[in-house]
Each structure stands twice: as structure tokens, then as C-alpha cells.
């Protein structure tokens, strides 16, 4: 029954994911916590997931020529040193999984916490970057660039969490004058490595739940591309609010009350 349960977990991730477009870690690893997994192997078996499910898209998105690959290059020269760096620590300063457990939730709380800020805030953010100026000095956007991209190495390491959401986000701040297509097609691109190398990370370390894997791609694979097909008949004024208000709360929960 727990495989059934699991696979019901994947389509239900799935199907969000695939209406909204928000990233499936902020959802699913509160999920598994929810179910009673531990919080190191709920963040590497989600890793692993989104690191799976999204694959497919970059190849979509580079064909449509949606891929700043400058862009992914500049983030993922600064997220996967820091990945391999934060997996290096968790395993050399601390004794065993317990042990970080309550830095999973803490760093899992914030980017929650800053996923749903990112969800209601999308449009104004948009309407702030694309009334503002360019950067004009390349070489220092470049180099914010790398260190967001480290910033977010780390975070996702330690959350599975902010690889899409968050990433959208910098990419919109940082570079007004791109497409959304491209924001969007640039971070998925980004995204696909970060969560793999994050995630084999979490696998050395003994965190990964192939069986949980297995059963949550099975639900959601079929599921995200439902929710695609049906997104576009369903409000995404009351969709977006209800699933930030879901954020929120679970953010909430993990930063402060874990």
C-alpha cells in the first residue's frame, strides 16, 4: 500500500508542477516529511527526482532556442563546486544524518519562506525588472551571477528547494532585458545539472530512497504533462495564492517551529 501511496504522492506533485510551473522540491520534500522519511533522505530523494523529471525540458527548451547558455555556464561554475563543497561538509563535520537534521528544516523553512514570496510577488518583480535599467558594467553581472549561482549550490544541497523558483527569480533581477521563455528555458538548463550533481551528492552520502524514487517518477511523469494540458483552463489567480499560502505555512513551520 505504501508504494501506492507514494505514486499517488508523484502524480499529486506532478500535476501541480505541470499547472503552475513551480518547482516540485517545494513541494514534495515537505511531503515526504510529512509521510515520516527522515529529512536527509527526503531531500536526496527529491534531487534525484527533480533532476530526473526536468531533464527532458532542457532539450525541449534548447531546441526552441530558450537556453542562454553564458548564463547557465556563469551559475553552475558557482553551484557545483559549491554542491560538492556543502555534501564534503555535511560528511566531514558532522557524525552521522542526525546530526544536520536541523539544518535540513531550518534551511528547508527559509527557502519555502522565500519560494512563496517569489510565487505572490512574480508579476511585480517582472513589472520592477523590466522598468529597470540593465546592468551596464557586464564583468560585475557576471560575477553576481557566479556567486548567486554559489549561493544557490548551497541551498539546494542542503533543501532540494530554489532551483527553479528561485533561480527564475535571480535570473529576472539580474537580467531585465531577457525573454521569459529564456528566464525560464536558462533556468531549467541550470537546474537539470545543479539537482544531479546535488543529488549524487545525497546518494554517496547514503540518502537516496530508490524504491521512493521509483514509485514518485512512475506518478508524476504522466501527471506533469497533464497538468501542462489542462493548465490553461484553470485561474492562476486562485491557483498561485492557494499554493503560496501552502508554502508559507510549511516554510513557517520548518524555520521556526522544527
Known amino acids: 500500500m505504501d508504494i501506492l501511496l507514494y505514486i499517488l504522492a508523484g502524480a499529486s506533485v506532478g500535476f501541480i508542477v505541470g499547472i503552475t510551473g513551480i518547482g516540485g522540491g517545494a513541494l514534495m520534500t515537505p511531503l515526504l516529511l510529512l509521510f515520516g522519511f527522515p529529512p536527509n533522505i527526503a531531500v536526496g530523494t527529491d534531487l534525484m527526482y527533480a533532476s530526473l523529471t526536468k531533464a527532458s525540458g532542457v532539450y525541449s527548451h534548447h531546441k526552441q532556442k530558450h537556453v542562454e547558455w553564458k548564463l547557465v555556464k556563469l551559475l553552475a561554475l558557482g553551484s557545483l563546486p559549491a554542491a560538492?563543497?556543502?555534501?564534503?561538509?555535511?560528511?566531514?563535520?558532522?557524525?552521522?544524518?542526525?546530526?544536520?537534521?536541523?539544518?535540513?528544516?531550518?534551511?528547508?523553512?527559509?527557502?519555502?519562506?522565500?519560494?512563496?514570496?517569489?510565487?505572490?510577488?512574480?508579476?511585480?518583480?517582472?513589472?520592477?525588472?523590466?522598468?529597470?535599467?540593465?546592468?551596464?558594467?557586464?564583468?560585475?553581472?557576471?560575477?553576481?551571477?557566479?556567486?548567486?549561482?554559489?549561493?544557490?549550490?548551497?541551498?539546494?544541497?542542503?533543501?532540494?528547494?530554489?532551483?527553479?523558483?528561485?533561480?527564475?527569480?535571480?535570473?529576472?533581477?539580474?537580467?531585465?532585458?531577457?525573454?521569459?521563455?529564456?528566464?525560464?528555458?536558462?533556468?531549467?538548463?541550470?537546474?537539470?545539472p545543479l539537482t544531479a550533481c546535488?543529488?549524487?551528492?545525497?546518494?554517496?552520502?547514503?540518502?537516496?530512497?530508490?524504491?521512493?524514487?521509483?514509485?514518485?517518477?512512475?506518478?508524476?511523469?504522466?501527471?506533469?504533462?497533464?497538468?501542462?494540458?489542462?493548465?490553461?483552463?484553470l485561474p492562476d489567480s486562485v491557483l498561485k495564492p492557494l499554493l503560496a499560502s501552502i508554502l508559507f505555512f510549511l516554510g513557517a513551520k520548518y524555520a521556526f517551529f522544527s
Open 84 to 192: 560538492l563543497i556543502t555534501g564534503y561538509s555535511l560528511q566531514s563535520v558532522f557524525e552521522d544524518s542526525a546530526s544536520y537534521e536541523a539544518i535540513i528544516k531550518n534551511s528547508l523553512g527559509f527557502m519555502l519562506l522565500l519560494t512563496a514570496f517569489v510565487v505572490i510577488f512574480r508579476n511585480q518583480l517582472q513589472r520592477l525588472t523590466m522598468r529597470s535599467k540593465s546592468v551596464n558594467n557586464e564583468k560585475f553581472r557576471d560575477v553576481l551571477t557566479f556567486a548567486m549561482g554559489i549561493v544557490l549550490g548551497v541551498l539546494v544541497t542542503l533543501t532540494s528547494v530554489g532551483a527553479g523558483a528561485i533561480g527564475t527569480a535571480v535570473l529576472m533581477l539580474l537580467y531585465p532585458a531577457l525573454r521569459s521563455s529564456h528566464v525560464v528555458g536558462t533556468d531549467i538548463a541550470h537546474a537539470v
Open 198 to 233: 546535488a543529488g549524487l551528492v545525497h546518494m554517496a552520502l547514503g540518502n537516496v530512497d530508490f524504491g521512493l524514487l521509483f514509485a514518485l517518477l512512475v506518478g508524476s511523469i504522466p501527471a506533469i504533462q497533464l497538468g501542462s494540458k489542462v493548465s490553461h483552463h
